[in-house]
C-alpha cells in the first residue's frame, strides 16, 4: 500500500522513495479472533530480584506494547461520521506514540537544495503517486535563482484552485529570461527495480517508474486539482457504495516500441484487481480487498468466481465498483498506482501471465519489454545501476499538453557524498539536495547564495525504530559484517545460518538484559526522550536546517481536519473541538491527557496555521532520566539490574562506507549515552555496504532477523487522504507491515 523509504535512499538524494508495502483497510475487516483486543499483563511473574526472560510470544508482546492502540483504532474505524472518526484516529495514535517503540524523525523536504524545475509544478498533495509524474513539470535550462524559486511558491499559495497558475509561471520565467526545456533528468535513484508490475510486488522501487508509463482512473494537477485521466467524468450513488467511471475513448495499449497492441478498455480494470487480489500479500490488495464486495472471500478462497467480485465492465467505456462500505477516502486512492493501474488483459496473458489460484505472471514485467504501456512515457532505455530513460509514449492521448517528453533517472548509491551535486551543476541532472558535504562545495563554488533553498516538508514520516523480539546477532549473508558485541548465548553450538535464538540462552547474557529492557516502556520512553533529535538530524541537513523537517508525530499534524465541531471523549472526559481543527491539535489534546511530555504540535507555528514540524518535541534529559529512573526499578524486580557499571546495550547498524551514515551513528551514541549518563551502552555495528545495511535492519523478511536493537531511517508515505493510511502498517494480523521492523514475526499473520 503505502510508500516504505529507507534513509539510505535520502542520503543520496533528496526525497528517496524506497519501497511500498500493503495495509488492510480498516473499516470492515475483521481481524481473527485471536486479534489483540487489549493489553495484556506478562505471563509467569518472577520474585522480585530472580531473573526471569521475556517469553518470546509476538503476539504477548504485541499486546503488551500496542493493545491500548489497537483498541483506540478499531474503535476510530466504527464511527460513521468521518469528524469523530479523525478525533478518534488521534487518540489511537497518542496510545502508539506513548508506547515509544516507534519515534518519529523528520519528513522529507526542508534540506537545501537546487534545482532547474519550477517549485510546485509537480503535484504536491500528501499521499498517492502523482508527486512522481514529470509529463507536466516545467523545467529550464538554466539553474533557477533561489529568489525566483521563492517567488513561484509565493504565486502558487494566490493562485491554486485557479486554474491559471501554470501559465503564469510560463510567463514569469520568459519575463525572468529564462528558456524552458523538454527533457528532465531526476537526482536519481539507488535501487533497481526487482519486478516491472507494480501490482503483483510491495517496493516502490516498482511502482514509482511504473507510475510514468500507465495512467490512472483521475490525477492532481499542479495545483492539487483533481482532474480527470482516463475516466472523463465518474458519480457515486447517494449512499457511496457504488462508484461509476466514463472511460476515455481511443486510449491505446503500446508496447515499448510504441507499437499497438490493443485499446484501453474497462475490462482491463477489471483484470487490473483480480491481478491484485491474486497477488494478496505482495501487493496492495489488503487495502482494497476489505472495502469492495467480496473481495476478502475472493482472497481468503471462499469466492472462486471473480465475477463475483464487486468490479464489473458494463460495457468498453463503463467501469463500476461496487463497495461493502462508504470510503470517504475512495477517490483519493484512485492517484495511487499500486491501487487502480489498469492491466491490458490481452497482453498478460500474451505473455504466459495467469488469473486466479494457478496464477502466474509469466513473462509478463521481466523487463521493460514485457510490459504494456497506455500512460504519458516508454521505458526505452534501462541499464542496472546505472539509469532509466523515459521518452514520450506517441500514443499518448494527452500528448499535445506534455511539457517534458523526455525523462532520466541517473543511479546514485550515495558512496559519493557530492556526486549528484557536481552532476547538477554540470546538467547530468536537474536537481539536487544538499547534504553536510555537497552543501560546504556548493558555497565554496559560489553557488549556495544564488540557487539554494530549503524545499518543502511533504507527507513522508520518517521513523526510528526499538527492535522488540530481535534474536538474529549477526550478518545474515556474511559473517564477518555486522556481528553484534553483546554476549547472546552458546553460538558456537547453534546454527548461525538460522540466527542465534537468545531464547535458548542458560545465562543472563546482554542480549537477554536487553530483550527485557526492550519490552519496559519505560525504558522505551528514556531512549526516545534521550535522543536529541536535531543534533542527529544535523548530520543529514547541517547545523542551519536541522529543526526545518523535525517532526513531531507520526501522522503529519496537518494532513486532515475536521469540517464541524466535534466532542470525542478523552480519557472520560468530553472533549470540543471546533471546525477546522488539525489533526494534530487533537493528537496533542490526547497525549497530554494521558499525561506523557511529548510535544507533537506546536499552533504558533506556519503564520498560525500550526504544525507537527519544525521543533523538537521529544528531546527532553529530564524526562528521559526520570522515565528511566522508573526503568531500572521496574528491572530490578526481574532480575536486571542497570547501572553505568553495567549498561543495558543498544546495538546500532550503520554503513562505514558514508560519511553521513558514519555521522549519524556517532550522534546517536554520544546523544544516548550523555542523556542517560552511562546506563544504556551504544554499539556502533559497521557493515560493508548499503545492501548490508538494509538487510540488517528493515529489509529482513522476517521481523525477528533483524540485526539490530535500534534502526532509524524507516519511513511511510500515504497513499490516500485517511490517517488509517499511516496507522494500519502496524496492525496485526497480515496487516501491519511495519510491525516486522520491530521485530514481530512475519506480518504477525498467524497467531497461535
Known sequence: MKKFLSLMLA?????????????????????????PVESTEPTGKPEPGEFQPMTYDDWEIYNNTYGEFYKALQEAKECVDIDEMFAKMAIAEAKFLEAAAVVPYYGDGGSWGISRMAPRTIPTVMWGSDQDRYEYALVTTELLKAEDRKHITAMWNELAGTGTFEQSVKDYLAEKGYTLKNSYAWNGYAS???????????????SEPLCLTV??????????????????SWEHSEDGLTWTFHLREGVQWVDSQGRKLDDVKADDWVAS??????????????VLAPMIVNGLEYVNGDVTDFSQVGVEAVDDHTLVYHLTHAVPAFESMLTYCGFFAPLCRSYYTAQGGTFGAEHDNGDFGTSPNNIAYCGPYLITSYTAQQ???????????????????????PYYD????????????????????????????????????????????????????????RQIFHNFNEETAGVSPQEHGSVDTLDKANGVNVADASIIDDAARTHVAMNNQNFRLAMALGLDRAAYHAQRVGEELKLVSLRNSYVPGTFVETSKEITVDINGTPTTFPAGTKYGAMLQAAITADGYPMKVWDPELDDGVGSSDGFDGWYNVSAAREYLAKAVEELAAVGVEVSKENPIQVDYVYYGGSETFTNLANAYKQSIESSLEGAVQVNLVNVESQEQLNYNSFLHPDGTGLNCDES?????????GDPASYLDVFLPGGDGYMCKNLGLGPWLSEQP
Not at 495512467?215 to 472523463?232: C, F, I, K
Not at 539509469?387 to 533517472?409: G, H, Q, R
Open 11 to 35: 542520503l543520496a538524494m533528496v526525497l528517496g522513495l524506497f519501497a511500498c508495502a500493503p495495509a488492510a483497510d480498516p473499516n470492515t475487516s475483521n481481524p481473527p479472533a485471536s486479534n
Open 192 to 206: 533497481d527495480p526487482e519486478i516491472w508490475d507494480p501490482l503483483a510486488a510491495w517496493t516502490n522501487t516498482v
Open 215 to 232: 495512467d490512472g482512473l483521475v490525477r492532481y494537477d499542479m495545483e492539487n486539482v483533481l482532474q480527470p485521466g482516463l475516466a472523463t
Open 273 to 286: 484487481l483480480q491481478h491484485l487480489f491474486d497477488f494478496y500479500g505482495d501487493s496492495a490488495a489488503e
Open 387 to 409: 539509469s532509466i530513460v523515459f521518452e514520450a509514449n506517441p500514443t499518448y492521448w494527452n500528448l499535445d499538453k506534455m511539457n517534458i517528453t523526455k525523462v532520466t533517472w
Open 414 to 469: 550515495g558512496k559519493d557524498p557530492t556526486k549528484s551535486y557536481d552532476d547538477c551543476i554540470a546538467g547530468v541532472n536537474d536537481g539536487t539536495g544538499l547534504g553536510p558535504s555537497a552543501l560546504i562545495k556548493c558555497k565554496e563554488d559560489g553557488n549556495f547564495d544564488d540557487y539554494a533553498i530549503t524545499s518543502t516538508v511533504n507527507g513522508t514520516s520518517r521513523i526510528g525504530f526499538q527492535t522488540l523480539n
Open 712 to 720: 532509524w531511517g524507516t519511513a511511510w508515505t500515504p497513499d490516500y
